[in-house]
């Protein structure tokens, strides 16, 4: 009997974990749930901007599809007056009020905004001097200036200014242009879309460093 007792207070004793050993194994799993955490900042990061950067393309094609199937002008309006920075799709043109409307926020992180670097850089399909977060307008003739806010689609397809979109009326106010956008200072975070005004066509584009120093603009 006696040695059955000491067997099971032995075995007893083996199957046991000392507090040291449940504290090495909770540090263990603590840190290493901390790495996975930091090393899925960034990946995160990445992904606000790419959501930002799909929703800004996203928006305008909505606009351009929107305008042709209901034989309208359609407006896209870029607001980054406060945060979450804001894009409106909306129908123009008097008794359109009742066709859908959009509205879009970008992730709190991420907003259309230039910075004093991209002035050094030759600008997305040449569409002004990377000074204007948001600078629709391009050609400019007499009725319009670079740097509106709002892009217009007609039910050509094409995009027009202020001016032409009241009336769809043609060449002489088509209206290119670019937003940009990034996440905080991140210079690598930039992305642009630029719009063409005779077709509509929208175009992505991300910067990246140059060989030998600076940045570049890419097809994205």
Not at 45 to 68: E, F, G
Not at 90 to 103: D, H, I, K, M, N
Not at 182 to 190: E, P, Q
Request: hydrophobic residues 35%; positive net charge; aromatic residues 10%.
């Amino acid at each position: 009997m006696r040695i059955t007792n000491a067997f099971r207070t032995r075995h007893s004793k083996a199957n046991g974990f000392s507090l040291l050993e449940i504290a090495v194994v909770l540090a263990l799993g603590l840190t290493v749930s901390v790495f996975a955490v930091i090393s899925l900042i960034p990946v995160t990061n990445q992904q606000h901007v790419n959501n930002a950067y799909n929703t800004t393309i996203a928006a305008l094609r909505l606009a351009r599809d929107n305008a042709i199937s209901q034989r309208t002008s359609y407006s896209v309006t870029f607001s980054n007056g406060s945060v979450p920075n804001t894009i409106v799709v909306a129908p123009t043109l008097s008794g359109s009020w009742t066709l859908p409307t959009a509205t879009y926020q970008l992730p709190p992180d991420v907003t259309f905004q230039v910075q004093s670097a991209l002035g050094s850089v030759s600008a997305p399909d040449g569409y002004g001097n990377g000074t204007s977060a948001i600078d629709f307008g391009y050609p400019s003739p007499s009725t319009t200036v670079s740097g509106q806010t709002v892009a217009y689609f007609c039910p050509d397809g094409s995009s027009q200014n202020s001016t032409g979109a009241g009336s769809c009326s043609g060449m002489n106010y088509w209206s290119g242009g670019v937003v940009y956008l990034a996440r905080g200072t991140d210079m690598l975070s930039f992305r642009a879309v630029t719009l063409w005004g005779g077709t509509g066509r929208v175009r992505g584009w991300r910067l990246y460093n140059k060989t030998g120093g600076g940045y570049q603009w890419l097809r994205n």
